[in-house]
């Protein structure tokens, strides 16, 4: 099975999907994080999208499809959950194509419906282990132990540079302007399912296996 995840910023994407790969064995398959990787890593695709990512800027759909392009094969016998990606109707075409060349096809486009003021809350409160990466939150998912990473133990944690709330403010802008646009291309198609995305993570959870339980 193949879905996509769709949400502005903080809406819940990266939880539900590292959640739904943990127990459902699907693979988990984000732009953001790909291009987090590039930037550590230095490489030039991560020397370019810096500065894009630091604005809340749409890196380019180029760079982006071809990530997922290198991805995708990976995620094969499970299926496959996109995790902010497509973002433009030039990467969801995209996307309809990676998959038709390798004789797949989409399932469900999930949309996380959710407040967006209530979001900048969310996102500025973010954290994630710097060892395994594991994400919590101040006030919604904090570490059971003060300090500790609940997974791995380590006692070092990272926030992202893009999550201030100026910069949230511009990705929640370009979410409106580009990404959210592209809905009626995929309802066009029946593809569309909603859950209510300012739920509890554990009632976004069951909302979302609700929806993939009912064609298994
Ligand atoms: P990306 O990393 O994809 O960021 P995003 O879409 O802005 O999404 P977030 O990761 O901020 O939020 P999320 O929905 O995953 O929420 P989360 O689960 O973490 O993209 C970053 C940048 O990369 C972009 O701005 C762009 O520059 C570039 N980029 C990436 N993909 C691209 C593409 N396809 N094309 C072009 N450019 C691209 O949750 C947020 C917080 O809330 C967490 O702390 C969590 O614990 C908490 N939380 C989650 N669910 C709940 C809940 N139900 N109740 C209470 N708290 C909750």
Redesign the pocket.
């Known amino acids: 099975m193949n879905i996509i995840l769709l949400?502005?910023?903080?809406?819940?994407?990266?939880?539900?999907a590292a959640r739904l790969q943990a127990q459902r064995g699907m693979i988990q398959l984000?732009?953001?994080?790909m291009?987090?990787e590039a930037r550590a890593s230095g490489s030039p695709i991560g020397d370019k999208?810096k500065a894009?990512?630091d604005a809340?800027?749409?890196?380019s759909?180029e760079i982006?499809t071809a990530l997922i392009g290198e991805r995708l094969d990976s995620a094969q016998a499970k299926g496959a959950i996109f995790?902010?990606?497509?973002?433009?109707q030039a990467?969801a075409e995209a996307l309809d194509l990676l998959l038709s060349e390798r004789g797949r096809k989409l399932d469900y486009v999930i949309e996380?419906v959710v407040d967006e003021d209530a979001l900048v809350d969310?996102?500025t409160?973010?954290f994630s282990c710097a060892k395994c990466g594991t994400?919590?939150?101040d006030r919604?998912?904090p570490t059971k132990v003060a300090g500790v990473c609940d997974v791995c133990g380590s006692t070092e944690f990272v926030r992202r540079p893009?999550d201030n709330e100026q910069t949230v403010r511009r990705?929640m802008a370009?979410y409106r302007a580009k990404t959210a646009p592209i809905l009626p291309y995929y309802e066009s198609r029946g593809l569309v399912r909603r859950v209510d995305?300012?739920?509890?993570?554990d009632e976004?959870a069951a909302q979302i296996d609700a929806v993939l339980d009912a064609t298994e």
């Open positions: 949400g502005p910023p903080g809406a819940g994407k990266g939880t539900q984000s732009t953001g994080d291009l987090r999208v894009i990512m809340g800027e749409l890196v759909d982006v995790d902010g990606y497509p973002r433009t990467q996380l969310r996102i409160g973010r994400g919590y939150h919604f998912k893009d990705r370009e995305g300012m739920e509890s993570v976004v």
